[in-house]
């Protein structure tokens, strides 16, 4: 049993950074690929990234590339993804996710077994 916990949303202006946290707790082992995702008011849920736990190796939205950067720090169990120049379309709640498998990439949200509660980021003047 995985368990994350996401942490570092809030309130930004246009253009700023922030850093989101995805704490993992659990056997989490080389063969898992973490993913961020988001879902705005509205919209389905969406890929963001992805980054295999063994090696680093990371996939991006098209969205995503060249703004956004996911790693992952194997002895903290932590999955970060640093957001640049954020935009309002940017706006949407932040979810974590955790899949144990050797496909990859995995972006479809409902294949991804295990979930964080979210955390809400808002890009607003």
């Known amino acids: 049993q995985v368990r994350l916990a996401e942490s570092g949303g809030g309130l930004v202006q246009p253009g700023v950074s922030l850093r989101l946290s995805c704490a993992a707790s659990?056997?989490?082992?080389?063969?898992?690929?973490m993913g961020w995702f988001r879902q705005a008011p509205g919209k389905e849920r969406e890929f963001v990234a992805a980054v295999r736990w063994s090696g680093g190796i990371t996939y991006y939205a098209d969205s995503a590339k060249g703004r956004f950067t996911i790693s992952r720090d194997n002895a903290k169990s932590t999955v970060y993804l640093q957001m640049n120049s954020l935009k309002p379309e940017d706006t949407a709640v932040y979810y974590c996710?955790?899949?144990?498998?050797?496909?990859?990439?995995?972006?479809?949200?409902?294949?991804?077994?295990?979930w964080g509660q979210g955390t809400q980021v808002t890009v607003s003047s």
């Open positions: 659990g056997s989490i082992f080389s063969s898992y690929i």
């Open positions: 996710a955790g899949i144990r498998t050797y496909r990859w990439p995995v972006v479809v949200p409902t294949e991804y077994d295990y």
